[in-house]
């Protein structure tokens, strides 16, 4: 067990909803404080940062160059550095960006885009080196005390290779891939508890890829069985930045992305 670990929980450029999933553990969280001491948690209070820490827990998207100086500077300061939630695991809601002509996107929000940066989007592990992702939007929580908890027992953690599938069918679920709908769940990490596929909503992949999943056989199927066009199901694949995880090389930045040939 560490003694007292030094945490942190650290966001960069998202919408902070991975540190209010754990917020909303409440007295479990509370519980947890006792045996940790705190040395950043931005949304809990204001403390003055120790010079070193034993985990560092990382929301949101490395996007300014200010995010990836502190995710640089925070890796060199921590025992263990885990990534939580899609925007850190896999580029998030931002990478969208990447699928796109990111010069037009910019037009879109700003009037005057000179001297703006528009960075491509990438995850935290293309920075630093991570020792652990919890994926998801937004994390799931109950995942999110189990890791703290083992960790701060000294045991490091796995998340198991399990697809969205298993909890799905735990549920009894009917499945909505039979039902003709463009459910990821066969290829997409599960540890969620499958709350889409469960509320009548196919799996839109925020857990991304499960290690080993036959994604080319996957995407075959959803265009030969079910009809579905290359084009639709990049489009479900993009939206939490998963689209490139598929491929073993990163796809074209600029223009909107054409995908030929998936990975198993
Ligand atoms: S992963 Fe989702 S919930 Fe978490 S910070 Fe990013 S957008 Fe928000
Ligand atoms: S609904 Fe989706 S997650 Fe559930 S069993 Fe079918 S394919 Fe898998
Ligand atoms: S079912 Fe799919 S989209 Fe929904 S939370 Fe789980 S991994 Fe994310």
């Not at 490091?156 to 069918?169: A, D, G, L, M, N």
Request: charged residues 25%; aromatic residues 6%; glycine residues 8%.
């Amino acid at each position: 067990m560490i003694k007292k670990p030094n945490i942190a929980i650290i966001s960069l450029t998202c919408c902070e909803g991975c540190q209010v999933a754990i917020l909303d553990l409440g007295e479990r969280l509370l519980k947890l404080t006792e045996k940790v001491k705190i040395g950043d948690f931005a949304m809990l209070e204001d403390y003055p940062e120790p010079e070193n820490f034993d985990i560092v827990f990382v929301e949101g998207t490395p996007i300014t160059s200010e995010n990836i100086r502190r995710v640089k500077n925070l890796r060199q300061r921590t025992k263990y550095l885990i990534t939580i939630g899609a925007c850190a695991c896999l580029g998030g809601i931002a990478e969208l960006k990447n699928y796109q002509d990111k010069d037009q996107r910019l037009r879109y929000v700003y009037k005057n885009v000179e001297g703006i940066d528009n960075p491509d989007i990438k995850p935290v592990k293309h920075y630093v080196k991570v020792d652990l992702e919890i994926p998801g939007c937004p994390i799931n929580k109950e995942e999110f005390l189990d890791v703290a908890k083992k960790l701060v027992a000294g045991v490091f953690p796995k998340i198991p290779q399990r697809p969205v599938c298993y909890e799905c069918q735990l549920k009894r679920n009917e499945c909505l891939l039979q039902k003709g709908q463009p459910c990821l769940g066969p290829v997409i990490l599960g540890g969620c508890g499958a709350p889409c596929p469960s509320s009548n909503y196919p799996c839109d992949g925020c857990r991304g890829p499960l290690k080993g999943a036959a994604i080319n056989n996957f995407n075959n199927k959803l265009k030969e069985i079910y009809g579905f066009s290359q084009r639709e199901i990049d489009l479900i694949m993009q939206r939490f930045g998963m689209l490139n995880d598929m491929y073993p090389e990163p796809p074209a930045i600029k223009g909107n992305l054409k995908v030929n040939k998936l990975i198993d």
